[in-house]
């Protein structure tokens, strides 16, 4: 369901998808955190969720988000509020060991753990406010373990059901908070576009799974559906392939995924067109007919500027499949999904700023087609 503010929107309005790159300011402020009283650090980091919010509005955007400056990485903020994981599990990644975080205990029903964070961003803009969580489907395929969480989840999918509960939880908290927009962040969906990791073949061993496009994912939009059914806000569903440190985890078009999709209860898939191997925009030829696209018009993984004119090509490729009443336009992931990431800020506000100037032109150029 739209609100007021996002039924006003205009066709090609521009949106982050969440994140932006944290200037050294703010890194040194998270990095500082367990040091400095609680009080002191909201009332820092309000400052600079300002910052983030006029920086968006200052490049012209329709749609905002507080650039996930509160969160290290964005799952990693919501795990650690719900609780119930810990640092166990050794993988290999990009031939690197590490470890990652795994469910180990049933995760304890409380408040939900962003509507203070999304109030705030409310009471902030009067722009179309935007939240971004983690599904449910791309939580538990990368952090439930059958060495180490079943006997809090004795399998995945209960892991994914109690997921879907505590999500839905939150995304009514995020509505009563004033947001017009929740996205819900995949990347796991598109898994199954990459040959390589349905192999198994692929660099990051987390994802050396059984995997089974017929019964998953299913699976993932059923929970999916337990979490947006009926909500008075729009809903995004974001599918991109991975960033990590300028590359992709994962590659492929859409084609596989977008059909199976239809019963999604979403109102826009966000995809990504704008980097070589991720969507291609023959893909939209199978876009639900029900459903809205943002379009991935700005490369996030390179430092390359691109031109007005390229970005709004990608756009106007667009049309050739979906009328533009259902695009918009964002980048194509997150600048900064973990905090390391390398992208600066004014990267981002310069691409985001010349994003918006290629809206501005496709509305002029097609409203003089129409």
């Known amino acids: 369901m739209k ?12 949106q982050v998808i969440g994140s932006l790159p944290r200037p050294k300011v703010v890194l040194d402020l998270l990095s500082s955190k367990a040091s400095i009283p609680p009080g002191e ?9 300002r910052f983030a919010i006029r920086l968006q509005e200052q490049a012209g955007l329709d749609v905002v988000s507080d650039g996930e400056w509160r969160r290290a990485h964005y799952i990693g903020e919501f795990l650690t509020r719900i609780g119930g994981f810990e640092k166990l599990r050794k993988f290999q990644h990009q ?4 470890v990652a975080d795994v469910v180990v205990k049933t995760i304890p029903t409380t408040r939900p753990v962003f509507e203070k964070d999304a109030a705030f961003l409310a009471a902030h803009t009067t722009r179309v406010r935007k939240f971004a969580l983690p599904s449910p489907f791309l939580i538990a395929t990368r952090f439930w373990h059958e060495d180490f969480s079943k006997d809090a989840y004795p399998t995945r999918r209960h892991f994914i059901e109690h997921l879907a509960e505590l999500l839905r939880h939150e995304a009514e908290a995020l509505v009563k908070s004033g ?8 990347p796991a969906l598109t898994y199954f576009c990459d040959e390589t990791v349905m192999r198994g073949t692929t660099h990051d061993e987390r994802l050396h799974q059984d995997w089974d496009i017929d019964e998953q994912l299913p699976m993932a939009v059923n929970a999916i559906n337990a979490i947006t059914q009926g909500l008075d806000a729009e809903v995004h569903l974001h599918c991109c392939h991975s960033v990590y440190k300028r590359q992709s985890d994962v590659s492929g078009n859409y084609k596989p ?17 704008a980097y070589t191997d991720t969507g291609d925009v023959t893909d939209l030829r199978l876009l639900p007919d029900h ?24 756009g106007a490729n667009g049309t050739e499949f979906v009328s533009p009443d259902r695009i918009a336009l964002n980048p194509d992931c997150g600048f900064a999904p973990d905090a390391g990431e390398p992208p600066s800020i004014d990267e981002a506000f310069l691409k985001l700023q010349r ?4 809206a501005d032109r496709l509305r002029k150029r097609f409203d003089r087609t129409n």
């Open 3 to 14: 609100t007021d503010r996002v039924s006003q929107l205009p066709p090609f309005f521009t």
């Open 41 to 49: 650090f909201k009332q820092r980091m309000d400052d600079m969720v």
């Open 95 to 98: 031939g690197k060991t590490l």
């Open 179 to 186: 947001i017009d927009v929740i996205q819900l962040d995949d």
């Open 257 to 273: 995924i977008l059909p199976r999709l239809s019963e999604a209860k979403v109102d826009r898939l966000n995809l990504e067109f």
């Open 291 to 314: 459903l809205g696209v943002g379009m991935g018009v700005v490369d996030v993984r390179t430092e390359a500027i691109q031109s007005i004119e390229e970005i709004e090509a990608i």
């Open 355 to 358: 994003m918006c100037a290629a």
